[in-house]
């Protein structure tokens, strides 16, 4: 993928799936060696673990893989899915380590855990319940520890000696310094103390306290520690899998084979052969291959997986339809004009994961903390040590204060707390057709304070439809319908197909009609049913009273007050009836505008109509005569939201045309309707896939609820670490207690973040 931007040098974005990473110092380290890189700017995402690079000319992607693998990891590029089994989110996503086969990747991190657990039982019972300690019992828990710390602390021993090659500390050091020394005191102690005399007893204390050291045994802290850091690391994988598992299932959401139309027979092919131009076909119950354009057939389309609007939309000759969906009606055949990256579900996926490999400021503000927190942390536990020693004379003591230190100080949760939330947040969004492009925009969604609303196809359909048919005594809407459906069908004019389209989805099929005429200035007469009908502005023929029926005056004037266009129909030398048509108001934009404005936004009617069809809208919509921004000319809507932007206000803009792109990109939000054109999605910072107003309200509430996570999360991690290294320090923390608070501070993080997934 090539970047490039007027007045820059082009630059290439290339994504590397990184392993060996075990919490966010290791992100951090990587993305600091990769961003020293000239022309190089890097960002490591942990919980996703994948690094986005842009790169200038001189640097290659060897390069970048060969900076990484030096920084004591690895990393290549991403195997493209293939289509009959995409997996996104593989199951070693749980800190891969050197000893793991990638083939199988859930299996030896399980079965590590369950040996560790069942091996670490006894030790743990045995030492922490004398009546249990028979004689000699010391020497069976050190057999059974031995294993645990060897077998089961392999990835964390293995990774802090890479680290250590490197020069560097992350939390494999703490676990494994932690866990190597609990068990090598307890080694001299049995050996060289008097800890494996027969007859010894051993009791277990919450709190620390002042033994004599030969005698003190940390096998259970060295067993449980290992085990219990294990299982939060694998609670944490599954929950990881599970954040990503809306983009898993968008991704997962294509067809995997298609019937396409060769020479009149149809040949099965898998879908990542279609091109376009070809012809498929696309029967009941099936999903559409790709995006393309009916060309036979008509049929209900089940969008609901990619909008989240459960309506199935009709569609027949001429229609689009988007790859994923599902023809829940009749045959379709379709012609293919977009395949593969360039579908609408490739494009949805793509933004997704784009937003889920960002990072929002805080998350920065915590990966700066990680890098120099794991060596801070060390500091800590060599001065607690030394100071402990000093001041109580008591080594038990001061050595069981250390290492609490080492190993509740885990800075996982921090480097947890923003990525998982993204991942769910934006994974629920992508479900609810909501595409958030990127984590800066979270904090934009707060500051919010005023939502400008193009009008034409935003809180409008964009095409002109007949709203109401008044009629004079003795005629019915069904003959007015009749008579002037079939006249307007002759006429290509937008307000003649608005009549046209709405008599013949009422009445059927529509008579033919003879001697068309366009009446310039009046509208238009032809003959239906051998009368003579005339359709427009003006229908009675000169010399004629020129006077409307009362009834039909009334409703003419009505609807020029409400800022919509009177078409009048006559026949037989009478005005029959008035037609009202109108752009109309899309059924949820009222209920939409209601959503803004308890979400605490001032919402701002926006268009090009004049004044009096600008404040008809707007009062039905609810919105006040002087949020009413009429007779803008497209090039002047930029102009109006950066006059805003002038008086304070934080602008959120909502539009679906190629002449709201400008503003879009100049407002603070840009919220794109993805029924619009691709200029204004690809100037919008969040896409609402379903043509509803209502999603923009939905896409600013569960934005804010996003980062109300993240910020939940980053206080949990942040008081956590404050308040838990001075209680360890301190000699209030057992190491064993130490280490289930720091396994699972972070499974908490990520389970807070799946709350998300219940955004409704």
């Known amino acids: ?177 932690g866990t190597l020394a609990a068990f090598g005191w307890s080694c001299w102690a049995l050996f060289w103390g008097h800890a494996g005399l027969p007859g010894m007893h051993h009791a277990f204390s919450f709190a620390i306290g002042d033994t004599d050291p030969s005698t003190t045994l940390y096998l259970e802290t060295a067993a449980a520690v290992t085990v219990l850091i294990l299982l939060g690391r694998h609670l944490e994988a599954r929950a990881k899998r599970r954040a990503g598992a809306a983009l898993h299932a968008l991704l997962d959401l294509g067809a995997k084979d298609v019937g396409v139309l060769r020479d009149g027979r149809e040949v099965r092919l898998p879908v990542d052969r279609l091109a376009v131009g070809m012809r498929f076909v696309v029967r009941p119950g099936e999903k559409v291959a790709t995006d393309g354009t009916v060309v036979e057939g008509s049929s209900a389309v089940d969008a609901s997986m990619l909008t989240g609007e459960s309506v199935p939309v009709e569609v027949t000759v001429g229609d689009t339809v988007t790859g994923a969906t599902v023809n829940a009606g009749g045959r379709l055949v379709v012609e293919a004009t977009r395949v593969g990256a360039d579908t609408r579900l490739a494009r949805m996926a793509k933004l997704v994961e784009d937003a889920q490999n960002g990072k929002a400021s805080a998350q920065r503000l915590a990966d700066r903390i990680s890098a120099v927190f794991v060596p801070t942390v060390i500091l800590i536990a060599l001065a607690t040590l030394v100071g402990r020693l000093l001041a109580t004379d008591s080594p038990t003591a001061a050595f069981t204060a250390a290492v609490a230190v080492l190993i509740i100080a885990c800075p996982c949760a921090l480097g947890l707390a923003t990525p998982t939330a993204l991942m769910v947040g934006t994974g629920r969004g992508a479900q609810l057709g909501i595409l958030i492009k990127g984590p800066e925009l979270l904090e934009t969604t707060r500051r919010v304070d005023t939502v400008v609303l193009d009008k034409t196809g935003t809180v409008t359909t964009g095409r002109m439809t007949l709203l109401a048919v008044h009629t004079v005594e003795g005629v019915t809407e069904a003959e007015v319908l009749r008579l002037a459906g079939a006249l307007e069908h002759a006429s290509e004019h937008p307000i003649a197909r608005a009549v046209a389209t709405a008599a013949a989805d009422r009445l059927g099929g529509l008579p033919p009609v003879q001697g068309f005429r366009s009446l310039p200035g009046r509208g238009v007469r032809g003959v239906v049913d051998g009368r003579t009908v005339t359709a427009g502005r003006a229908v009675l023929p000169a010399g004629r009273a020129e006077q409307l029926p009362p009834v039909l005056a009334r409703a003419e004037a009505a609807a020029e007050a409400a800022g919509r266009t009177a078409i009048t129909v006559g026949w037989d030398g009478e005005a029959r009836a008035v037609l009202e048509v109108a752009d109309a108001l899309r059924p949820t934009s009222a209920e939409a505008v209601a959503e803004l404005r308890a979400l605490g936004l001032t919402p701002v009617l926006l268009t090009g109509d004049n004044r009096t069809v600008a404040g008809a809208v707007a009062a039905e919509l609810g919105i006040a005569p002087q949020d009413v921004i009429a007779e803008v000319l497209p090039e002047d809507k930029v102009a109006t939201v950066r006059r805003l932007q002038a008086e304070g206000r934080v602008v959120a803009m909502v539009g679906d045309g190629v002449n709201d792109a400008a503003a879009l990109a100049q407002a603070d939000l840009g919220l794109a309707m993805g029924t619009g054109t691709d200029a204004a999605i690809e100037a919008g910072d969040l896409t609402l896939v379903r043509g509803d107003l209502r999603a923009a309200a939905d896409a600013i509430r569960l934005s804010r609820r996003t980062l109300a996570t993240i910020r939940g999360n980053l206080c949990w991690a942040f008081g956590y670490n404050v308040a838990a290294i001075p209680l360890a320090a301190a000699g209030l923390l057992n190491p064993m207690i130490a280490g289930a608070a720091m396994a699972f501070s972070s499974v908490f993080v990520v389970t807070n973040s799946l709350r998300l997934r219940s955004f409704r």
């Not at 060696?33 to 190089?40: A, F, H, P, S, T």
């Not at 970048?64 to 997996?87: F, K, Q, S």
């Not at 996104?88 to 299996?107: K, L, M």
């Not at 710390?149 to 494994?176: C, E, I, Q």
């Open 1 to 177: 993928m090539t970047i490039s931007a007027p007045g820059v040098e082009a630059r290439d974005r290339v994504e590397l799936s990184i392993g060996g990473m075990t919490c966010a110092s290791c992100a951090a380290r990587i993305e600091k060696k990769l961003n020293r890189m000239d022309g190089v700017e890097a960002t490591v995402n942990f919980a996703t673990e994948k690094a986005r690079v842009d790169y200038g000319p001189g640097v290659t992607v060897a390069e970048l893989i060969e900076t990484v693998e030096r920084t004591g990891y690895t990393a290549e590029l991403p195997p493209p899915p293939a289509p009959a089994t995409p997996d996104p989110t593989p199951e070693n996503a749980d800190h891969p380590s050197p000893d793991e086969d990638p083939g199988q990747p859930a299996a030896p991190g399980r079965d590590r855990l369950l040996i560790s657990a069942v091996l670490s039982a006894p030790v743990v019972l045995l030492s922490m319940l004398p009546a249990l300690q028979f004689t000699n019992w010391q020497w069976l828990a050190f057999a059974l520890t031995g294993p645990v710390v060897v077998y089961g602390g392999l990835p964390f021993h293995r990774a802090a000696w890479t680290n250590l090659k490197h020069g560097a500390a992350t939390m494999d050091t703490l676990v494994s310094l």
